[in-house]
């Protein structure tokens, strides 16, 4: 006798596991890909992080990001908790509102931003050495050298210990294009990631359990 399988309603999905035909709306599917993927999860936190500042922006910055205040170079405090630039501006309010940071933003706001790069660094490197191909291996060291040489310099640049450059702090810096440029760079990282994660699972799909060759991978 054929077996019939029934017609999902519209917004479900059927699929058979282990056997038995069980019937899930795209909301459970969704979150069990998501559950799945580390770097979904992540850029899910991120995203909610950034519209949780955007409705608490008031709240978290009170100062205009122009009002200066008769406090030049305060360190970071309770009134002020990242400090105030060389003009007296509250350098979290000017983060916050997208407006150009000053240098002098305090040890604190420093310390964040070098430590951000050593990590984006030791990632790219990580990504890159597990790399499913050449290819991948050499893009991905090439994209964590393009964006740490260039934290590097500027870093340098600021500290006076490096003669100018003219190279942007990546991410940080005022401009659009280095932006997205930098932001492609991470896009292909994360692309790396993904396929070194998939190459296994592909060769592991490929034997049967006692070790063969399966008829579609032969």
């Given amino acids: 006798m054929r077996n019939e399988i029934a017609v999902a309603p519209p917004g479900r999905v059927e699929w058979e596991e282990d056997g038995e035909v069980t019937t899930?709306?795209?909301?459970?599917?969704?979150?069990?890909?998501?559950?799945?993927?580390?770097?979904?999860?992540?850029?899910?936190?991120?995203?909610?992080?950034?519209?949780?500042?955007?409705?608490?922006?008031?709240?978290?910055?009170?100062?205009?990001?122009?009002?200066?205040?008769?406090?030049?170079?305060?360190?970071?405090?309770?009134?002020?908790?990242?400090?105030?630039?060389?003009?007296?501006?509250?350098v979290l309010s000017r983060i916050i509102y997208g407006s150009r940071v000053s240098v002098y933003v305090g040890v604190v706001a420093t310390l964040l931003v070098v430590v951000a790069f050593v990590v984006l660094v030791i990632c790219?490197?990580?990504?890159?050495?597990?790399a499913s191909d050449s290819f991948g291996l050499l893009l991905g060291a090439g994209v964590t050298f393009l964006i740490g040489l260039q934290a590097f310099i500027n870093i340098g640049v600021v500290t006076s210990a490096l003669p100018n450059k003219g190279l942007p702090l990546p991410f940080i810096s005022y401009g659009g294009s280095n932006l997205v440029v930098m932001l492609t760079g991470v896009g292909l990282l994360l692309s790396i990631a993904r396929r070194a994660r998939a190459a296994p699972a592909a060769a592991g799909a490929a034997l049967e359990p006692g070790g063969n060759l399966s008829p579609q991978a032969s």
């Fill in 24 to 90: 899930r709306g795209m909301l459970a599917i969704t979150l069990r890909r998501l559950r799945r993927s580390h770097t979904a999860m992540v850029g899910l936190i991120i995203v909610c992080l950034l519209l949780l500042v955007a409705l608490l922006a008031d709240v978290l910055a009170p100062y205009s990001p122009i009002q200066t205040t008769p406090h030049n170079l305060w360190t970071p405090g309770w009134k002020h908790p990242m400090g105030t630039d060389l003009l007296g501006r509250d």
């Fill in 124 to 130: 790219g490197i990580y990504i890159a050495y597990r």
